[in-house]
């Protein structure tokens, strides 16, 4: 059975598609799902997708990845900026996290510019679009082949 990663979406990312295309694309969160879940296939890993607007559920299901998940790749969206709560949660999990954001946040308002998740993170993608997504499934795999958690394959070996 392949390892599952958790990839969570925070607040008004089910609006993608529609909601500022000129930030964050015509890419659909359901388009990201597949794209998500076709790359992690490709490399031995399954993905349990989820999004929600409710800072809590992430809280709750960032703490339930301690014993159902190898890894999470999250993209807080909003509560990038102002969540300690999610913070916290990510860091007592200790497992290996990627932090992904559709738009360069380094590139946005000021307000935008600090994230509180960074900080439990391994490693940051921002401004790449739902392309992000895609290498922060290969960037997991190659951190769970090193970490023993995923077998390399003939394959998959270069990731």
Not at 121 to 135: D, E, S
Request: hydrophobic share 45%.
């Amino acid at each position: 059975m392949a390892p599952t990663i958790l990839v969570l979406n925070g607040p008004n990312l089910n609006l993608l598609g529609s909601r500022e295309p000129a930030i964050y694309g015509h890419t659909t969160l359901d388009d990201i799902r597949c794209l998500c879940e076709s790359r992690a296939a490709g490399v031995g890993l399954a993905v349990d997708f989820r999004q929600t607007n409710h800072e809590g559920v992430l809280v709750d299901w960032i703490q339930d990845a301690r014993i159902s998940a190898a890894g999470i790749i999250i993209n807080p969206a909003a509560y990038t900026h102002t969540s300690v709560a999610l913070l916290d949660a990510l860091s007592a999990t200790a497992l290996p996290v990627i932090e992904v954001h559709l738009s360069n946040i380094h590139r946005r308002e000021p307000f935008r510019h600090h994230s509180y998740v960074s900080t439990a993170a391994v490693g940051v993608i921002c401004g790449l679009g739902a392309t992000g997504y895609a290498l922060a499934v290969e960037a997991m795999a190659g951190l769970l082949r090193q970490a023993g958690t995923l077998a390399a394959t003939k394959d998959q070996s270069h990731v």
